[in-house]
């Protein structure tokens, strides 16, 4: 990576009332043309011009510290020379085409397959797709494809994107309700989030309480659903809290699956991509997926997604199995190849890992002088802070999570939040972040978090 690859050197610097009077301009005109159910733009109202690797500038010249990454779509931070050459060497060349092989996609695959977890890697095959949730989509209609199955197995907090058939296995109701859209052939069961666990069982015995049921349902014909066709997973809980789950319940939940021939399906979406420190999250419980999506830093910044799934399955499927025009795009796979080649020959990795370990010690550290930190989890660069009303009740306080964010936004840092509740900040920084803006941002964070409990 070239030496003058940097975030602006006075990161995070804001000069104007936000948003400043050009943004204002700008998100005017947005507002009167654009949706006003945009959420995003209610978090962080400002009008962007340029980012540069874990820094924005915004249109008045405030300079924000990136702690969002476009939700780990820039895990290798805002134009990355890397990742804008081989952009721009496929946009000159041809920037769209229907399957017909240019070589950025067959050099993607092959290093696509070069990094697949366990027996997946030199035995699968890819079905590109466009985002997350046609990726999930596309898993779950082949995993019931290839078992002639119907239900899909989901977790409690799962985020698998809101299409008119994933948005089923999207656990948070409201989705459903928006969408006017039924839970169809879909079955959730608790995911081992250990704060917040639904059943009464000693600690330690999360995984299995949910695997076991799980069994249950597969094993009893009169337990309720139909028959299992897929168990649809996040190896790191996203959206619903950044939940590290327990170390036994993925390699349980391979071996049940395993038992039963249920496909088990890998949503690593958000977790891979060396997010956690490793390309895919499952490498850290040794289990081999079935069938893995795949999307956002995959295309550094450009839509694409995919399923990468055991080569039996591709058997019989028949021609147009899954449609998409804009399906395997030349410029994200070229972005995606650079990526991964990266992320397998730089240190990236392990410095995730590192500095990752050293953020989760720091938060862990505000924590213990803090009365509203309930809990810090996480995998390298997907670090949760879960905010409660008061550690005793765990009460989530998600007026906590939102004034936070507010707070961090306006002194500069672009940090957002997820949880069953709302009210778990995530630390989720490109993974190539300069420690000195860890360091910056870990100080407004600990400055306005006393701020928001001096007003609890
Ligand atoms: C784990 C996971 N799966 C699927 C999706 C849906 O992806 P998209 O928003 O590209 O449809 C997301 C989005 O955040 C996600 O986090």
Known sequence: MPAT?????????????????????????????????????????????????SSIRDMDGNVFVDWFAGVCVINLGHANPLVV????GQLEAISHINEMPVPARTSFLKTLNSTLPGDLRNNSRTMFTVTGADACEAAVSL???V????????????????????????????????????????????????????????????????VDTLEYLIRDTSSGPDS??????????????????????????????????????????????GRTGRIWASEHSSITPDIMCISKAIGGGIPNSMITYRREYDEDLPPGFHLGTYRGNPIALAAGDAILKHLKESNTLSRVSKVGARVKAHFEEIASGSRSIGEVRGLGFMIGVELVEDRKSRAPSQSAARSLRDRLFRKGVLMHTCGHYGNVMRFMAPLTIEDELVGRGLEIFDSSLREVESEM
């Open 228 to 273: 299992i066709a897929g168990v649809l997973v996040e190896p790191v809980q996203g959206e619903g809290g950044y939940i590290v789950p327990p170390p036994d319940f993925l390699p349980m939940l391979r071996e049940v699956t395993e038992k039963h021939s249920i496909p088990l399906i890998v949503d690593e979406v958000q977790s891979g991509v």
């Open 147 to 210: 078992t002639g199955r119907r239900t899909i197995v989901a977790f409690g907090g799962a985020y698998h994107g809101v299409h008119g058939g994933i948005i089923g296995a999207t656990a948070n109701r409201h989705y459903r309700e928006y969408a006017s859209l039924p839970s169809y052939g879909v079955h959730h069961l608790p995911y081992p989030y250990t704060y917040r666990f639904p059943y009464s069982v000693r600690e330690g015995d999360e995984s299995k309480s949910v």
């Open 5 to 53: 690859f940097s975030s602006y050197p006075d990161a995070p610097s804001v000069k104007t009332e936000l948003p400043g009077p050009r943004s204002k301009e700008i998100l005017d005109v947005q507002n009167e043309l654009e949706t006003l159910s945009r959420t995003y733009t209610s978090f962080f109202p400002v009008a962007i011009a340029e980012g540069r690797n």
């Open 85 to 88: 050459n081989a952009m721009r």
């Open 143 to 145: 995993a019931r494809h």
